[in-house]
Every structure is written in C-alpha cells, then in structure tokens.
C-alpha cells in the first residue's frame, strides 16, 4: 500500500478523533448536546475529506458516488422521520454501520485473494469484523422491524431455541477456525456471512419490545467494534478511535440500561421478557380492586390548585405525539405557580433518552427533567403525579411481587404521591404483558383517551380555572 501523499493528514485524522471525544463528553448533558452532536459532525466532514486525501483509500470519483447516494438518503430521512419514529431510524442507521463494516471487510478479503498474501494474521480483523457488522446489521433490522411493528413486538420464542442458537455459533467458529487453517477460500467467507446474519436475526428474535432500548444499545456497540476492526484492516486511525468510542460508550450504557431494570444482560437476552405471563405470574399483578376514571375537567381543576406536579412520561406520550400537548399543559401551570418536573425513567419508551429527546423537542427546559435518583424522593411530598403513557415503570409489582417478570427493577414511586392521573388509551398491560396494580389504587384517578386530545383538554381546563 502507498503512504499518505499529503504530508500533515494524519494530524487532521487525531483532530477529528479529538472532536469525536469532546462532541460524546458533551453528549451526557442535555444542555450541551446539540454543541456535541456540531463537534461530531464537524469531525465526521473532516474525516470524509482527509480520506478523500488519502490516496491508499479510494478515488475521489468513489467517494462522490457515495455522497451523491447516500446523503440525499441520510438527509431526508432524519428531516421527515417523525420523533415517535426516532428509535426505528437508530436501529436502522445502526444496522447500515454494521453492514458497512462486514461489507469493507468482504471487499478486503477479495483484494487479498487476488493479490494471493492471504494470511492468518489479515484473515483475524477480517472474521472479526465480517461476524460482528453481519450480526449488527441482520440484528437491527429485526429490532426495527418490532419498533416499526413490522412483526410483533412480543419474544417469538420456540423448543430448542437456545440450542439453535449454540450450534449456529459453533458452526461459525468451525469455519473460521477452517479458514484460518489455510483453507481461506470465498465459499467458507460467504458461510460466515450468511451464519453470522442468522444468528442476528435469532438472537434477537426472542427479546421483547420493552427490552428494545437495552438491544438498541448493545448491536450499538457491535457496530462500534465491527467499525473499530476494521480500522486495524484497513490501518485506518480514525477508524479505530471513532470504532472504539462507539463500542466503549456502547458497552457502558447497555450495562446502565441493564443495572436500571435490575437485571442481567443475559436475561435481557435470553430471558425472554415480555412473554404473555402465564399463572400466579400474571395474576399476582393485580388485586381486583377498583378503577375508577375521570374527566378533563375534574383533572385540570385538582392540576390548576396543586402546589406541585410530577409529569412521568412514557411511550403511550411518543405514540400520541403529545410532547408539545404536555408543554403547553406545563406552561399553564407555571402561570398559576405550580411547580412542574418531569421524572424521566431510564428505560421509558424504545431506545435510550427516548422521553429526553421528546421532550428536548417540545422545548421543555432541561432544569425540569429529572432522573430517577433525583425524583423519587420528591414524590412523597407531591400533591399530583401526572402519568402519560408509562407503563411498566410505574408499576409497583416491581417492589413487592415475587413472581412478578419486573420484580426488583427500579420504578418511579409515583403511588407515594397525594394524587396520581394516568392517562392512557385503554386497560391493556404495557411491553411486559403484566396488570399494572398502580390503576387499582385508591388515590388514582384514570382519564382514558389519546394522550395529546387529553393533555390538550387538561391545558386549555387550567388555563380556564
């Protein structure tokens, strides 16, 4: 391969990992995080160009084509994908960055076959990078078909499932450990391939909707890595850094997901929660008390005289596309001095920060989001505890049900409050497929109906109280 022709760009390529580093620090605050997404950016564009430099890459007439393909693509799509959208859109620009990697690799084992140095020290970051891109990119598609209820968001679950999966992964390793053997032929890579996208597809197969942000996070990170080895493949810098940050932050966060419903990575993924429960396990869930429900009006007045509001926001909010409903409710009761925070649950909605970007949208401030750590305390001493949407992190199952799927996951205290409104659109269970025991408590009033129509109502009865 030829050296870079252009003397300095390789300190453009440090640069852009340097402003990938500070754009991801800035991304953990909600009040800096458009700063960081421009610094990324600003790195990616300088990224795109050195390369276009780098004579050992491609002709600039490739990267043209690309660009002239793939950006009208990108950009349309983020302009006209709706919000409520947004976690089927990361699953699937995840699962193109997967896909890429497994595709560079593909492409570097044909030049090698060609050029006839094929070896086993080159052939390790090629399988690597084919397996993980592969199980990245058939995984997401399968994520985003369940978000996109393109299937069912439900575990599809069958005998002999985790067997299955076993021997796919075994028959994997045995063609690698072929090829690495010397018998590196383009029959065996093609394999890999096809192996590798299937064991995508059945591993994630049997996770539920309600386990999506912590999938959503995890194939995130494979990219990460896929992207990261290929980096080494391709004696790529920026490669490796930007790989290796997506794979780090990644990890962490699906272990932070994961911590936040109090369960391990391997029940999220072979656990298969989100089942129908079966039994005690659904019955346990409810106390056959009494549901008692109310109107617009009896709400907005008991809002419009609170001292204090806690706003809990949850799926049933993204799928009404009531964020801009709640703001407007939020901004009548601040005229009437109540006090309004949002408590933000980690795992609300379908991928990670889904109600954070929501509601960022809605211009809600920052300063009135809170996580759970920091709300929790405050519910005791709350007059109202406003539920849209959320479902199975209200549900107090989790505390003192046993056999419960949710037992032991992290809540938000919302029955500790003086009052709690739930709006949603019907009885049925949340992603779990468990009774939420929360309607049947005696301070909980129920306003069924779409969200944003009932949040609507809500504001325009406290503007008029």
């Not at 605050?29 to 990224?47: E, F, Q, Y």
């Not at 009006?297 to 419009?304: G, I, K, P, S, Y």
């Amino acid at each position: 391969m030829t050296e870079l022709k252009l003397p300095g760009l390789e300190y453009v390529y440090l640069l852009t990992g340097v402003l990938f580093i500070i754009g991801l620090k800035f991304l953990s605050s909600p009040a800096r995080a458009k700063t960081g997404n421009l610094l990324a950016g600003i790195g990616m564009i300088l990224a795109v160009v050195v390369t276009g430099l780098d004579l050992r890459i491609v002709t600039w007439t490739d990267i043209i084509i690309g660009a002239v393909i793939g950006v009208p693509i990108g950009y349309i799509s983020a302009r006209m994908v709706k919000m409520t959208a947004m976690p089927q859109m990361v699953a699937l620009f995840n699962g193109a960055g997967g896909g890429a990697a497994a595709l560079v690799s593909a492409g570097e084992f044909l030049r090698m076959q060609t050029s006839g140095t094929t070896s086993a020290a080159e052939l390790v970051p090629l399988l690597l990078s084919l397996i993980i891109g592969a199980v990245s990119f058939a995984g997401s598609l399968i994520a985003f078909a369940k978000l996109q209820e393109l299937m069912t968001g439900r575990p599809i679950t069958y005998p002999g499932q985790q067997v299955v999966n076993a021997l796919v992964v075994l028959a994997i390793v045995a063609l690698a450990v072929m090829m690495l053997l010397g018998n590196a032929n383009p029959a065996l890579f093609i394999a890999i391939a096809v192996l590798a996208a299937v064991l995508g597809v059945v591993g994630v197969l049997p996770i539920g909707g309600a386990d999506m942000p912590v999938v959503i996070s995890l194939l995130n990170s494979f990219t990460g890595v896929a992207v990261a080895i290929t980096g080494f493949v391709l004696n790529s810098t920026v490669l490796i850094i930007s790989g290796t940050l997506v794979g780090a932050s990644g990890t962490l966060l699906t272990m932070l997901m994961s911590k936040a419903m109090n369960r391990s990575l391997g029940n999220v993924l072979f656990g298969a929660f989100g089942a129908a429960p079966k039994g005690a396990a659904a019955a346990a869930a409810t106390g056959g008390g009494t549901v008692r429900s109310a109107s617009p009006e009896d709400v907005a007045t008991l809002l419009a005289y609170s001292r204090n509001v806690i706003v809990v926001p949850g799926y049933g909010m993204a799928v009404a596309q009531a964020q801009h409903a709640v703001r407007e409710l939020s901004a009548a009761l601040e005229k009437r001095g109540v006090d309004v925070k949002f408590a933000i649950h980690p795992v609300a909605g379908r991928m990670p920060g889904h109600m954070n970007v929501l509601l960022a949208e809605a211009n809600v401030p920052y300063s009135q989001l809170y996580e759970m750590d920091q709300i929790n305390p405050e519910f005791e001493h709350t007059d109202v505890a406003l539920v849209i949407g959320a479902n199975d992190v209200t549900n107090p199952a989790a505390r003192n049900v046993a056999n419960s799927p949710i037992y032991g996951m992290p809540i938000l205290d919302v029955d500790k409050s003086a009052n709690i409104i739930v709006l949603k659109r019907s009885m049925n269970p949340g992603f779990a497929g468990i009774d939420n025991p929360l309607y049947e408590n005696p301070k909980t009033m129920m306003l069924f109906g779409d969200a944003k129509d009932s949040v609507s109502k809500l504001a325009a009865g406290v503007a008029t109280a």
